[in-house]
């Protein structure tokens, strides 16, 4: 009898601890589905108290002037807006990867910043062929972009939904040069030569040049290109003279551009020479001196002795976080309004912020004012480039500055 009871009760206890074990796997497989599901929910970058952003910049390589006054404006930005709180109490972390101007090198960077860094967002590309490389990772990684040192290209953007730009299109602006050389200068039947760099960017260039050139009627007499960092200009110099063409397009950088002109004052022929805001940079009146005397550039960005809130924000800015820098640069003033331009798409798409709420918060700025840096700034659901206006400048070289000689004004065709 006692043995019976004695079976009876381990057989009970059994039947406990089975129940109980059953009741401790359901919990199990639900924290795991809950812990699951709210690992998915999160978002890559993005933390209760930060936002990680960053992309591959040319801080070294044979631009890489430019490419450090960019990471000066793009990175100098952000400290400014965390000292002020960040954005929705998120401060903004911004990593810039060098990739020495050199596509193959801006692939790697990036993907250190997507796997190993695991930023939010893309805010710069670097330039125009490593941003041709990375659209491939970009699209496939649906990682939104901003673009923050070059312009748009024409037909990419509808293929992109997760990539902006800022800027008027370097073919847009050789578009307005020739306008302006068309109808400011007289030049109505004009012959073009024009010297390129012999990638996407010397491309870009060809295609505004061949557009308006039908337009207006006029003749490309000669195309001369040049590898990108080249430094002998004088084959390109001497083939472009012989053509005899009534103005130069110049699609070069700004090393480019003093060592072609250099080798024109050689030969002592001076003919009109437009190129684009690449190129809008005090030094190069400065080593030229005389020689850029026919020299024009085309930007859509005010110039640093303007006078405007904006301007005087800015330079207070980099007077408190980079006292060291004694002369501001068209791509210190571009890094910055790009910055400010991602800044207000991240204030749009609150605290609960997505890559997908951050595209649809740049979509929706409409009249953004830079309060005298650029003009006023909108993008849209298919305007992910916003059109922009650009003005004509010539060298100054009694004061050693670009000088507009022209109001804001668009391209003739687009």
């Known amino acids: 009898m006692n043995l019976f009871l004695s079976n009876e009760k381990e057989e009970i206890v059994k039947r406990k601890q089975a129940r109980v074990f059953v009741m401790s796997l359901v919990v199990t497989i639900l924290l795991g589905l809950m812990t699951s599901a709210f690992a998915g929910s999160e ?9 990680k952003i960053g992309g591959p910049m040319l801080i070294t390589g044979p631009i890489a002037k430019l490419g450090t006054a960019a990471a000066d404006g793009l990175s100098i930005y952000w400290k400014w807006v965390n000292d002020q709180g960040g954005v929705h109490g998120r401060k903004v972390i911004c990593l810039l990867e060098d990739d020495g101007y050199n596509p193959t090198r801006s692939v ?22 490593q941003t041709l490389q990375l659209i491939p990772i970009l699209d496939k990684e649906k990682i939104p972009a901003l673009s923050g040192i070059i312009p748009s290209f024409p037909g990419l953007m ?106 024109t004052d050689k030969l002592g022929w001076y003919p009109p020479c437009f190129s684009t805001a690449a190129v809008c940079d005090e030094k190069i009146i400065e080593l030229l001196g005389s020689k850029a005397r026919n020299l024009y550039t085309v930007n859509y960005i005010a110039r640093f002795w303007e006078e405007s809130p904006g301007m005087n924000r800015l330079k207070k800015v980099f007077r408190k976080y980079r006292p060291d820098i004694k002369e501001l640069m068209h791509y210190h003033i571009l890094g910055y309004v790009n910055s400010m331009i991602f800044h207000e798409a991240l204030k749009r798409a609150g605290r609960d912020l997505t890559r997908k709420g951050w595209v649809k918060a740049m979509e929706s700025i409409k009249g953004f004012d830079t309060q005298g840096l650029a003009g006023v700034i909108s993008f849209g659901p298919k305007m992910h480039s916003p059109r922009c206006e650009g003005r004509i400048f010539k060298a100054d070289l009694a004061r050693k500055l670009w000088v507009p000689v022209t109001d804001y004004r668009s391209p003739s065709v687009r």
């Open 108 to 129: 790697a960077a990036a993907k250190k910043l997507i796997d190993r860094d695991k930023i939010f967002a893309f805010l710069t590309t670097s330039g125009t062929p």
């Open 43 to 51: 978002v890559r970058g993005v933390t209760d108290t930060t936002v």
């Open 158 to 263: 509808k293929e992109m939904p997760m990539l902006f730009t800022f800027g008027m299109p370097y073919g847009e602006q050789m578009i307005l040069a020739i306008d302006y050389a068309v109808k400011d200068l007289g030049m109505r039947k004009a012959t073009i030569g024009i010297v390129y760099q012999d990638d996407a960017y010397g491309k870009e260039n060809i295609r505004g040049v061949e557009l308006v050139a039908r337009e207006y009627g006029l003749k490309i007499v000669r195309k001369e290109a040049y590898k990108r960092g080249a430094v002998d200009f004088s084959s390109q110099a001497m083939n472009l003279k012989r053509a005899d063409p009534d103005l130069v397009i110049m699609a070069t950088v700004t090393r480019e551009t003093t060592a072609f002109l250099k080798e």
